[in-house]
T-cell receptor
């Protein structure tokens, strides 16, 4: 089954304790992205990756890191989490067709993070 | 810069009555527009997309949306609401010049409530 998986689905941690949220897709997609969802704000892009070893900042990158060493994986790293990073996080992937037209982005199930 | 504005944060309808969720966009170029749905505690699912073909776009579950350039609108409609339509709906615009056309900008969402 074509899908995007995220782990963990739920995480409660404390301020300053490094954590990683994993994202994996099995559709051979080049493009992957991380979003955070906050009430009343919709989804905002954190980072995205066009392909292996190619990453770039989205709209709200502060406090986050990413890496793309393999095509299928795109982990989100919080080196020193703070309470304002408490949010619902989504990973997504898609496959650009090279003509700058949009292809459907497939979203993971979400990771609910609470930073105390 | 491009953006979308969802005019209603909450919409309540009776089962069997029409649904109208309003969205206005702002874009410097011909946009690609989408509607996504998020059911409680679920990920996001693409309902429909407009990519400069027909202005009336049909999606899944009986939803459709009409692209009106003169009004810069992309409202989502459904003739008859069902209880299972209760969810949050996001209007989304893509940037064709960032991320290979995959950068999405989300509206703040409209919560649809369907009552018996």
């Amino acid at each position: 089954e074509a899908q995007v998986t995220q782990n963990p689905r739920y995480l409660i941690t404390v301020t300053g304790k490094k954590l990683t949220v994993t994202c994996s897709q099995n559709m051979n997609h080049e493009y992957m992205s991380w979003y955070r969802q906050d009430p009343g704000l919709g989804l905002r892009q954190i980072y995205y990756s066009m392909n292996v070893e190619v990453t770039d900042k989205g709209d709200v990158p502060e406090g986050y890191k990413v890496s793309r060493k393999e095509k299928r994986n795109f982990p989100l790293i919080l080196e020193s989490p703070s309470p304002n990073q408490t949010s619902l996080y989504f990973c997504a992937s898609s496959s650009p067709d090279g003509r700058r037209s949009y292809n459907e982005q497939f979203f993971g199930p979400g990771t609910r993070l609470t930073v105390l | 810069a491009q953006s979308v504005t969802q005019l209603d944060s909450h919409v309540s309808v009776s089962e069997g009555t029409p649904v109208l969720l309003r969205c206005n966009y702002s874009s410097s170029y011909s946009p690609s527009l989408f509607w996504y749905v998020q059911h409680p505690n679920k990920g996001l699912q693409l309902l429909l997309k407009y990519t400069s073909a027909a202005t009336l776009v049909k999606g899944i579950n009986g939803f459709e949306a009409e692209f009106k350039k003169s009004e810069t609108s992309f409202h989502l409609t459904k003739p008859s609401a069902h209880m299972s339509d209760a969810a949050e709906y996001f209007c989304v615009v893509s940037d064709p010049f960032t991320g290979g056309g995959n950068k999405l900008t989300f509206g703040t969402g409209t919560q649809l409530k369907v009552e018996l």
